[in-house]
């Protein structure tokens, strides 16, 4: 949905500029080994750039059909190594550039192994990789490769084909070649024929685009969420890419635009830039080594204006830390007595929490992980949010584990929250902990939850033990505080008793505030539904405390669901001999009225400190 | 400060285990080409890993002193550049992969140029490039700049150099040839000495895991934060180490491990992640290309283990989306009548802020621009929070630029939040805005300022104009609402008119709370100063409010400073008025504190509301 003052975005305002720019440049040729390629016209000029997130931005003619040519070498390479594995695609094709042109031979002295998967004979001994068995299903099976990388069904340009597989007699050679050295096993012709399909495939420059940003995303088509390649092999594509992409262009390539790419003889260009975006450009004419002129154009001034060069990166910082906290300064939504507030207050620089967001790898884990061991100088508890997290690696895994295992060792728990999308880090811990996975992997839904088991730990530890079942009296609330004696018998005898179940509802949310509750045993919770359909708890209740006063003070309906946590006994206060003991004894109501601006002041100047951490 | 329980860090645990095994490897040979280094103990082993942020882990013989031999090529290469600039040593020095061994002249055919500054050749016409007068200014220039990148000075292990300087033969051989196609314009004698000289400098692993971070660093040493080299240059000089680093392994290096690296016939071995971390590995033992046997497979194992994989990165996302929140969500700490409050709550989602974070790349900003632009559907007013964020490149700046000046046109304020830590963003906005700068760029010291701004504006359109120095009389009190004429007279009989001055503190911290003020006229801010030693406003009152109650309830000392913004006419109200209140009528006073209980009640409900949307 874009607004009216955004019918272009900015980054299309850009490629629009750079377009109009390098239409004018009128250098190279278009490619007439074959009558086929000779057609097209040199004024044909395209240029997509697609984000691994998915946002498509085309200029020009984007849409125009052409022939991929040489940019199938790298997606089949990767084919090759879904099919076969690593170490026997190595077997056949090497992976160091040769510094010589797209159809030199190259094979390596003794092995006869093709030097590198970009030159033709590097490529051909690639296509032969590819599973199936009749020239028909590893015809389908490449197509079908294309299909998840492109996102649509891609065809074959026959009359391309035919041309191709007409004048391909140095490929044919090639094929001989390869097969003397048995890197082919069998008769390179059916080979060579895939071959020249391969270089047949039809795309547009908003294809190659979207293929570009399938391997800038790990594998994963940014647009379909479907998965073109597995991820560890997208390094390995992009590794010769980067090394032998550009034929005898390639060290100055990565010198100066310094991104894995690959070119066509039709006028195609891919370059990628891992994490961020794939970039496809078309335009007919070539250099002298092969290359798009107006595509090389492109690709560099994208390179320099947005600062696109691969090793040519900010430091990540403890960018992966969102929010650091303790409970000394928020705590969990567990309502505290004053004298439990003070003893937080005082320790609980002891239960730190971070919040984590981002990918988390190597390099931001360690900086985590440092902050933790470093900057804070007593973590008893430990409470490690990763809602925020997108991706954890094994090696941040690791690091986490390892974090885990010499807490648990000292006696300090660690608490994981919102683990749930990160299915790889319980899978580690499971792996690596084993027996003691249940007893040490602590992952709570939510942080609320975390901090309250903690803070109830740090309270046991520092606090006189309270009975578990406790029941208090009318002289123990929090609002009959100051009252004398006769003054408590006096509201008492206003006061009603009621008795819940475990579970039970004590207020539903909309019903109508007729009183207020004091809580004379067990706890009860105030929980909210959210937009997202998630239930969230508010707050909890202890023995002695008041609740579903608010609504009470400003007439509004009850906004919350409150709910028995255990067996629950409340007396409550109604409204109207709230009012009638204003009439009858005002200095009650007075001291009543005036405990409840201390509470609610406690409570807001608590809600007023913990906003302020987070600005 | 180290804690008890973390002794050793987890990286440190991980790092030694990877020393131990690989201790056991006993393959290679110590190279003995000049009796020196054939010195060398075998067993030496060092491993160095120096994160970006400068922490530092390392095992083994990491303090042992050898020579830097060919690993001083990149860096002597980016001294080049500093020298030159990047035209001129491209005319000297090309940046193609040769396929071939360290010692290989490899000349261009015609220009005589060497191929890459990695071979013997190429460092050579690169020392020739090192600025200064006399030999002895040039090799003082080249230690201050190993200087600079180890943080520490390093000095010449003269043994080795007059080892090298006997046998070196084939370099001279290779300085006639460079001299012969006038890649050396001088005799080649002086500038081979000092090619020896740069390759006998003393390091230790340490020192190579420092000078790879500064490389990972953009050109900062971490430990540091001294410039070694020009961050534009950094990208330069990684090129030619992933392209030409490893010889004729180059190929494979970048495919199975992923990092630009470069390594040293001493034993040494450095490798560089580009925003994260640099590695130095020594131990003497060579294999065939005349790398170290054990520095490669720590490293293989440190990308394999670590995912260091330069071309395996996940998608950035919208990470660089801390947090966004409308008007209708949360508000400047202005405090707003409940009619203000009602109409920001309905029209305030026109009035978003977004709060960044991390690096702002061409990627990251296209995100953010994006989520703008699409996600948002009316922006009117667009607040960007850059208090967190790291770095702003120039793409970054074009991006925000374009956004901001889309938005201008549409007469729509973008507002800057803390961006005075990154002056690269203001700098371009004055370049591209010129004599519009002061007009459109609009940059606040804080979110509250710029939110309070964008409110004003909206109410302004909203609501019916207000006089601008209106002032109020007590039956306008909001904690007078439903008072009878009667009962407001009684207790405007309690109150004491002060008048204070534009600046003039109505209250300071720590002071007594004797009183509550009720604003008559004008408007008064609370201020906290922070330990940081910044003052943070936490609230704004406008005629008709009271404030400094919260003390008087909770009978605390003030905990703030209340300033008068404009000037301010206020009535106060003493506690023990109040007090007395109570007992001559106490209707009075029960309706009083039931305002009291409904004011707080509704700022205690804003402030969990806008809590709630943090989590």
């Known amino acids: 949905m874009k607004t009216d003052i955004f019918c272009t975005s900015p980054v299309l305002d850009y490629l629009r500029d750079l377009h109009r720019e390098f239409a004018s440049v009128t250098e190279g040729k278009v490619a007439t080994y074959i009558p086929e390629l000779a057609k097209a016209d040199p004024n044909w000029f395209g240029i997509c750039l697609v984000t691994a997130n998915g946002t498509v931005y085309e200029v020009g003619d984007s849409r125009q059909p052409f022939t991929i040519q040489s940019i199938s070498k790298p997606f089949v390479y990767g084919l090759a190594l879904e099919d076969n594995g690593r170490p026997s695609v190595l077997a056949k094709v090497g992976m160091e550039p040769t510094g010589d042109a797209f159809n030199s031979i190259s094979l390596e002295p003794g092995t006869g192994r093709p030097r590198n998967p970009m030159i033709n004979?590097?490529?051909?001994?690639?296509?032969?990789?590819?599973?199936?068995?009749?020239?028909?299903?590893?015809?389908?099976?490449?197509?079908?490769?294309?299909?998840?990388?492109?996102?649509?069904?891609?065809?074959?340009?026959?009359?391309?084909?035919?041309?191709?597989?007409?004048?391909?007699?140095?490929?044919?050679?090639?094929?001989?070649?390869?097969?003397?050295?048995?890197?082919?096993?069998?008769?390179?012709g059916p080979t060579v024929e895939l071959y020249f399909q391969q270089c047949s495939v039809s795309v547009t420059c908003h294809d190659l685009g979207v293929m570009a940003a399938t391997l800038a995303n790990r594998g994963i088509n940014p647009l379909t969420g479907k998965q073109a390649i597995r991820a560890e092999y997208v390094e390995s594509v992009l590794s010769v890419m980067g090394s032998c992409g550009m034929y005898d262009y390639a060290g100055e390539w990565i010198y100066t635009i310094g991104m894995p790419a690959k070119s066509g003889v039709a006028g195609g260009v891919i370059a990628v830039l891992p994490g961020q975006l794939g970039i496809g450009v078309f335009s007919p004419p070539l250099d002298s080594r092969g290359n798009s002129v107006r595509g090389i154009r492109v690709c560099d001034a994208l390179s320099r204006h947005c600062d696109l060069h691969l090793l040519n990166r900010p430091r990540t910082g403890k960018g992966a830390i969102r929010f650091k906290f303790?409970?000394?300064?928020?705590?969990?939504?567990?309502?505290?007595?004053?004298?439990?507030?003070?003893?937080?207050?005082?320790?609980?620089?002891?239960?730190?929490?971070?919040?984590?967001?981002?990918?988390?790898?190597?390099?931001?884990?360690?900086?985590?992980?440092?902050?933790?061991?470093?900057?804070?100088?007593?973590?008893?508890?430990?409470?490690?949010?990763?809602?925020?997290?997108?991706?954890?690696?094994?090696?941040?895994?690791?690091?986490?584990?390892?974090?885990?295992?010499?807490?648990?060792?000292?006696?300090?728990?660690?608490?994981?929250?919102?683990?749930?999308?990160?299915?790889?880090?319980?899978?580690?811990?499971?792996?690596?902990?084993?027996?003691?996975?249940?007893?040490?992997f602590r992952s709570l839904d939510d942080n609320d939850l975390a901090l309250e088991w903690c803070e109830n730990r740090l309270l046991e530890a520092t606090l006189p033990a309270r009975e578990p079942d406790r029941a208090v009296q009318p002289t123990d609330y929090e609002l009959l505080q100051n009252f004398t004696p006769a003054e408590v018998e006096i509201l008492t005898s206003l006061l009603k008793r009621r008795v819940y179940q475990q579970t039970e509802a004590i207020i539903e949310s909309g019903d109508d505030a007729r009183e207020m509750f004091f809580l004379a045993r067990g706890n009860a919770s105030v929980f909210v539904t959210l937009a997202s359909g998630t239930r969230r708890r508010l707050a909890t209740f202890s023995p002695g405390m008041v609740f579903g006063e608010m609504a009470v003070i400003d007439r509004s309906p009850r906004s919350a669901r409150i709910v028995a946590d255990t067996a629950v006994e409340c007396d409550t206060l109604n409204v109207e001999d709230i009012e009638r003991l204003g009439k009858s004894h005002p200095e009650i109501r007075i001291k009543f009225l005036e405990n409840l601006t201390v509470s609610l002041c406690r409570r807001l100047r608590k809600a007023n400190r913990e906003l302020s951490l987070h600005d």
């Open 326 to 440: 303790t409970a000394a300064e928020i705590n969990s939504s567990r309502v505290r007595t004053p004298q439990e507030a003070q003893a937080l207050h005082q320790f609980g620089s002891s239960i730190v929490v971070y919040q984590l967001q981002g990918n988390l790898d190597f390099a931001t884990a360690e900086a985590v992980v440092h902050d933790i061991t470093h900057a804070t100088a007593s973590v008893r508890h430990l409470i490690l949010d990763l809602k925020k997290v997108l991706t954890v690696n094994e090696s941040a895994s690791r690091l986490l584990y390892q974090l885990l295992l010499k807490m648990a060792d000292a006696g300090r728990p660690v608490l994981f929250t919102h683990v749930d999308h990160l299915p790889l880090l319980r899978r580690y811990m499971k792996a690596k902990l084993g027996a003691r996975f249940s007893e040490l």
């Open 121 to 188: 004979a590097g490529a051909i001994a690639t296509t032969a990789l590819i599973a199936g068995k009749s020239p028909a299903t590893r015809l389908r099976r490449l197509l079908e490769m294309f299909a998840l990388y492109a996102g649509r069904e891609l065809t074959l340009d026959d009359a391309v084909y035919r041309s191709e597989s007409e004048t391909g007699h140095r490929n044919r050679a090639i094929g001989y070649m390869l097969r003397n050295f048995d890197i082919l096993s069998e008769d390179p």
